[in-house]
């Protein structure tokens, strides 16, 4: 279990939990290190096919002038960090920093994610971060544009399950969910009112089946994965809100594997299987354990039913999803009863973390009907790659997409500010 794990899921929960404990901006000029090192054993083939390919062609005329362009009109980005590690050199949020640096940006802030609270609470830091932000370049803005009206909106770029946050603070901005753990935050786009576009990379809309894998191992972890800091998985109240729906991956048991799947957000699951919290040792370690257990899936399934609610978003919102589906993805455990040993049943297109159709957030579960992807999220554009999670950032035609999202590709607001599509 723990080769096939460690294989498959190492690193999976520490997608959002592993952050800074703060929130911190960096400037753009400071955060440009260099681009992640390749292979460090050289592959003969590739080497002589690369010096057969043609030159990688320059950007075009129409790209060079987005580029140049600056100024109020060109959103500032704020990079989430993906959550392995808050250093720099992490492709998921260094690289990303240098590649816009590169495509002319100069207001880059970086956004980390606090591991010790939820995704909700960390929408609370995200808000927070965002109006201070904006208080600060409306007033250098006046200063250096004193004749343009400074409406300043950012572009977000979320690697991984930061997207679940950047998603949740567009419908709900700052909103806590209620204390009742029933009833949901109000759905008016709040966030939407400082952001314009959002682009997701590899994002399980639908949960991960791999944050599940790593809550209720039952063996130490892979001392090569990155390690929590200092927050163990089944400890955090983030990692609960990632755990899968029907297109995310599906538990059953061993000795019933066309049986319905469990409901991981059910309490009395993770008590018959002693998972994490629930799990006699830690219990007898942690007074707490099962309350917190209750609480935290509780809140879990509210924060799942406030994501599933479909919604029209405002004019101005554009969400630009990339998948993967070059790696097969686990998309059926199956549980020992008796033990609570987890195998994999199952795989799906995906990108080793997450399934294709949990990033789409397909909820037609494999059906032929209706013959359209059916999402409660009203994407702008998917592109599916061919790759692994961490081939995104290694991808030139991946950075030349997301340049061109940011760059040159409207919202709906933006062609009326500019008068685009108009004779």
């Known amino acids: 279990m723990k080769t096939i794990f460690s294989a498959l899921f190492a690193g999976a929960a520490m997608l959002l939990l592993a952050g800074c404990l703060s929130v911190e901006t960096v400037p753009a000029a400071e955060t440009a290190p260099a681009a992640p090192a390749g292979n460090a054993v050289e592959n003969p083939v590739k080497k002589e096919a690369e010096k057969a390919a043609p030159a990688r062609p320059s950007r075009g005329a129409a790209e060079e002038e987005a580029i140049r362009f600056a100024g109020p009109g060109r959103n500032p980005v704020v990079v989430f960090d993906a959550g392995f590690s808050s250093k720099p050199a992490d492709p998921e949020c260094g690289g990303a920093m240098k590649q816009l640096a590169d495509a002319g940006y100069t207001e880059l802030f970086r956004f980390s994610c606090d591991p010790k609270l939820d995704i909700p609470g960390n929408a609370a830091k995200l808000h927070e971060f965002l109006s201070g932000l904006r208080a600060q370049l409306q007033k250098k803005y006046a200063e250096k544009y004193p004749k343009t009206k400074c409406d300043i909106r950012f572009d977000l770029f979320a690697p991984g399950v930061s997207g679940l946050l950047a998603r949740y603070y567009l419908r709900y901005g700052g909103q806590l969910l209620p204390e009742n753990g029933i009833s949901l935050p109000l759905l008016d786009w709040r966030g939407a009112g400082l952001v314009d576009k959002v682009i997701l990379v590899g994002t399980p809309s639908d949960g991960t089946l791999g944050v599940f894998a790593e809550m209720v191992g039952r063996t130490l972890p892979d001392p090569a994965a990155p390690v929590l800091s200092g927050v163990p998985a089944a400890a955090s109240p983030a990692a609960y809100q990632m755990l899968p729906g029907v297109n995310g991956g ?51 399934r509210q924060f799942r039913t406030a994501m599933d609610t479909p919604a029209q978003p405002p004019k101005n919102v554009a969400l630009f999803l990339f998948v993967g589906n070059g790696v097969p993805t686990a998309s059926r455990l199956l549980v020992d009863r008796r033990t609570g040993r987890l195998s994999i049943a199952d795989y ?17 579960g494999g059906k032929a009907e209706p013959p359209f992807s059916q999402s409660p999220i009203l994407w702008q554009a998917v592109t599916h790659l061919p790759v692994g999670y961490a081939d995104y950032f290694r991808s030139d035609s991946f950075w030349d997409d997301v340049r061109y999202y940011l760059l040159m590709f409207p919202t709906d607001r933006q062609r009326e500010l500019y008068h685009l599509n108009r004779k």
């Open 348 to 364: 799906a297109p995906g990108d080793g973390r997450a399934t294709v159709a949990s990033a789409r957030f397909d909820r037609r």
């Open 250 to 300: 599906t538990v059953h048991y061993a000795d019933a594997p066309d049986g319905p799947a469990l409901d991981l957000f059910d309490p009395a699951v993770w008590s018959a299987n002693r998972w994490g919290l629930a799990d006699p040792a830690v219990q007898a370690a942690s007074k707490d354990a099962a309350e917190r257990l209750d609480l935290y899936l509780r809140r879990a």
